[in-house]
């Protein structure tokens, strides 16, 4: 938290400085009714540096978890078939996922060290939830909580739970698949029309304004 207001501050004290400095000299000549909104969110700007970037650290971070769950599935259930306790198996997990996810690798080698630490198992997963907030980790530990309270085979129950994690992935992958001819139209649109525009109107935009400065 300190190394956080202390980014903050910092970064935002730079920002004011730099439009301060800059610009002076980029608008003059141009009316204080512009120059001064300017200058107001080049401000606004630098303050919320910071924040925007730890934004879009969260969403990277939570995406990348929630990319990696099916592999964790997956691996957790060899592990559970091979003979391993839950938590041995999350250790497993852990340390094979270390290259292909850090991410989701680091937030089970926490979750592993509490287990050996002697923390309940609902605990520590309530505290992987609460890290992580991502709606996949949010379900899995329901599973796991609910196996457990019933007495139902969690390899079984994890099973089930990993073949609507596989569904549930492709269908999100069908909804990105039908997006892309929209994105692709947009950026044909903005790539290609705008541009074409400039050349064909261009020319005689700028005969129109030098007949009329001459006149």
């Not at 969110?41 to 540096?49: N, Q, V």
Request: net charge positive.
């Amino acid at each position: 938290m300190r190394l956080y207001y202390i980014y903050k501050w910092t970064i935002a004290v730079a920002g004011v400085m730099a439009v301060s400095l800059l610009l002076p000299g980029l608008l003059a000549g141009v009316r204080a009714t512009i120059s001064i909104p300017i200058y107001v969110l080049g401000s606004l700007a630098s303050l919320f540096a910071v924040d925007f970037w730890i934004d879009r650290r969260i969403a990277w971070r939570k995406e990348q978890i929630e990319n990696g769950l099916p592999e964790l599935l997956d691996l957790l259930l060899v592990c559970l078939d091979a003979g391993h306790s839950l938590d041995q198996g999350f250790a497993r997990v852990s340390r094979e996922t270390y290259r292909s996810n850090p991410t989701l690798s680091e937030e089970l080698s926490v979750l592993v060290a509490e287990l050996a630490a002697g923390r309940p198992r609902a605990e520590a997963l309530n505290a992987l939830v609460d890290r992580t907030n991502v709606p996949g980790i949010i379900s899995l530990t329901a599973v796991i909580r609910q196996a457990d309270r019933f007495g139902v085979s969690i390899a079984d129950t994890l099973r089930t739970y990993a073949k609507e994690m596989r569904d549930r992935r492709f269908v999100k992958a069908e909804e990105r698949a039908n997006l892309m001819p929209v994105k692709l139209a947009i950026t044909m649109v903005m790539l290609t029309i705008y541009p074409l525009l400039m050349i064909v109107v261009g020319p005689a935009f700028i005969q129109i304004l030098r007949t009329i400065t001459k006149s």
